[in-house]
T-cell receptor, first 114, second 115 residues
Framework: GAGVSQSPSNKVTEKGKDVELRCDPI?????LYWYRQSLGQGLEFLIY????????KSGLPSDRFSAERTGGSVSTLTIQRTQQEDSAVYLC????????????FGNGTRLTVT | AQSVSQHNHHVILSEAASLELGCNYS??????LFWYVQYPGQHLQLLLK??????LVKGIKGFEAEFIKSKFSFNLRKPSVQWSDTAEYFC?????????????FGKGTKLSVIP
């Protein structure tokens, strides 16, 4: 059953440490998205990939956040020098292409920064 | 920039009651509109979508939504809710033109259905 897979499902880290979050999109989906879901805040757009390129990085909260996508498939979201305000659920979604194709979401990575 | 407003944070209903969840968006151009649902412990999934044509769209599980362009609204409705509809519901909008990839979500409405 090829859905969007995210790992780890949970991550607890100490303030100041770096973390990497991984997303395996549905095979054949060219568009990939990262969102952040905080309690009571809805979904905050972080970054969008079309293939391996990220035409829009405007949602990344700070320069501590970066993301890459390789082979038009797997994507990694990296947060350097984590802060407590980074605690949230990080959601990855993929779609066949941009625009009208519905997004297929993974189960997310719950990040807790202590 | 587009934005989405969902009026209710938490709605509590008894089974068989009718449901209407409000959603308003702000964007000056042509939009694509979506409702997503997140059941407890599950990932977000598409409930229904509107691109063009008939402003009344039907989705899964008996849900429907009506696009009223003059009111910039896309309210979600269901005539008779079930306990299994307990979930969080998110309204989302994307533009139909350039930059149409970015889906902007509302903050969500949590629905609790009491048996």
């Amino acid at each position: 059953g090829a859905g969007v897979s995210q790992s780890p499902s949970n991550k607890v880290t100490e303030k100041g440490k770096d973390v990497e979050l991984r997303c395996d999109p549905i095979s054949g989906h060219t568009a990939l998205y990262w969102y952040r879901q905080s309690l009571g805040q809805g979904l905050e757009f972080l970054i969008y990939f079309q293939g391996n390129s990220a035409p829009d990085k405007s949602g990344l909260p700070s320069d501590r956040f970066s993301a890459e996508r390789t082979g038009g498939s797997v994507s990694t979201l990296t947060i350097q020098r984590t802060q407590q305000e980074d605690s949230a659920v990080y959601l990855c979604a993929s779609s066949l292409d941009r625009g009208r194709s519905p997004l297929h979401f993974g189960n997310g990575t719950r990040l807790t920064v202590t | 920039a587009q934005s989405v407003s969902q009026h209710n944070h938490h709605v509590i209903l008894s089974e068989a009651a009718s449901l209407e969840l409000g959603c308003n968006y702000s964007y000056g151009g042509t939009v694509n509109l979506f409702w997503y649902v997140q059941y407890p412990g599950q990932h977000l999934q598409l409930l229904l979508k509107y691109f063009s044509g008939d402003p009344l769209v039907k989705g899964i599980k008996g849900f429907e939504a009506e696009f009223i362009k003059s009111k910039f609204s896309f309210n979600l409705r269901k005539p008779s809710v079930q306990w299994s509809d307990t979930a969080e519901y998110f309204c989302a909008v994307s533009s139909s033109g350039a930059g149409s990839y970015q889906l902007t979500f509302g903050k969500g409405t949590k629905l609790s259905v009491i048996p």
